[in-house]
């Protein structure tokens, strides 16, 4: 059983003992990280002859072989050697011969596996972003398809007032943004190199940690050798950045499941993304977008859990730290996929309008226009916020309408009202009356729909 240590001990480690403790099965998904370290490394040992120039050479020629393999997916990866360094050496060893044996100078796993994973959040960092722009040009485009649209909005889930549809999604792309913001800010928070801190106190040997830095991409070398070893909170704000856009991802799968339902019934979510029942055969079911809402939840868990598995570390490395990276894993693949799929859905979805226009005539959708009109007019906020709800509560009392009111019957509640306050009781009235910045108003929802295609082109 192939291991880059135990020179030491008196006998072999217990299998069980092995089984339990390898990290094969999952780190190898770092292997391409594993072997771009490698060959930065070999170059700078060369360079700083610290290890002579044709074992360098040799180190390079047989990693980038490796480096082949693996993207060719032909690399065969021993189940019972402990780890993805041990597997790269060996492999290595088995290419060029007792020149492998060079390699590991002057660092250790616990540096090497901290800037494997670094190179890991930086390129899937990378990739979300690029999936998030993609879901927003989606949303933008249903948004520009459907300008025209007005729909109820709501608090606590109780109709408030009417806005675009255009203006709702754009909501989300704006929530996108801020996440996009969030993962661009981890990256620059990761932008220092840890190798070269070996275990935990640095070396003796003359490196040049500036070189390996500048060669993989880093804005510099770590700064103190026992931080670089124990840190991992690169890969708790990646989780954390992809927790909360999970949860942006939820919401909009919430509010979609809602307007799939026949209560609200505002749009058509395409087949492919719904299931049916096993003993109601009319059922189209929305199950896709509650698996996208179930999974936020194990996002959330995927974070504590490495959350709670540093808290009680103490500096430097632990062995614990080593079960930080199927969370991280999971959850940067779990979050592509679900990028991928509200992608799909915003490409698919069909609105209903017509159902969507009997919805929005209900005038408690427009008493804040109305109460705004008799501030126009030198009423107080607080005294118009009374007369208002004073004059709805006459109205449902009596069975009666607003705009059915006479002039008369409009005065009695206010001297201040004339006729053409009931022009207000109308959705494309109230959304063009919105003139705010970041408003509902159909010119300023025209205006951001044209900044964000420039922006996302």
Known sequence: ??????????????????????????????????????????????????????????????????????????????????????????????????????????????????LDMKLYCREEIKVIIGLIAQLQKAIVGFAGRHQDVIMPAYTHLQSAQVVLLAHHMLAYVEMLERDKGRLKAAVAHMDSMPLGSCALSGTSLPIDRDFVAKTLGFARPTANSMDSVSDRDFAVETLADVAILGMHCSRVAEDFILWGTSEFNFLDIDWSLCTGSSIMPHKKNPDVLELIRGETANLYSRLNEVLILMKGLPLTYNRDMQLDKPPLFESVDKIKVILKLLTKLFTGVKVKKQDIVRRIYDEGFFSVDVMEYLIKKGVSYRAAHDLVGTMIKGCVDQGKKIVDLTLGQLKAYSPYFEEDVKALLDPKISVESKKSFGSTNPKLVRQQIAKWKKLLD
């Not at 002859?49 to 065969?76: E, H, N, T, W, Y």
Request: one cysteine or more; hydrophobic letters at 45%.
């Open 1 to 114: 059983m192939t291991k880059l240590w135990g020179s030491r001990f008196a006998k072999g480690t217990d299998v069980l003992a092995d089984q339990f403790s390898f990290s094969i099965a999952y780190d190898q998904n770092l292997a391409k990280y594993d072997v771009q370290v490698g060959i930065a490394h070999a170059r700078m040992l060369g360079k700083c002859g610290i290890i002579p120039k044709q074992d360098a050479a040799r180190l390079v020629s047989g990693l980038q072989k490796i480096a082949s393999q693996i993207a060719d997916g032909v690399f065969k990866f021993d189940p019972k050697a402990e780890d993805v360094h041990t597997n790269i050496q060996t492999a290595l060893k088995g290419l060029i011969g007792p020149a492998a044996d060079r390699l590991h100078t002057a660092r250790s796993r616990n540096d090497l596996i901290a």
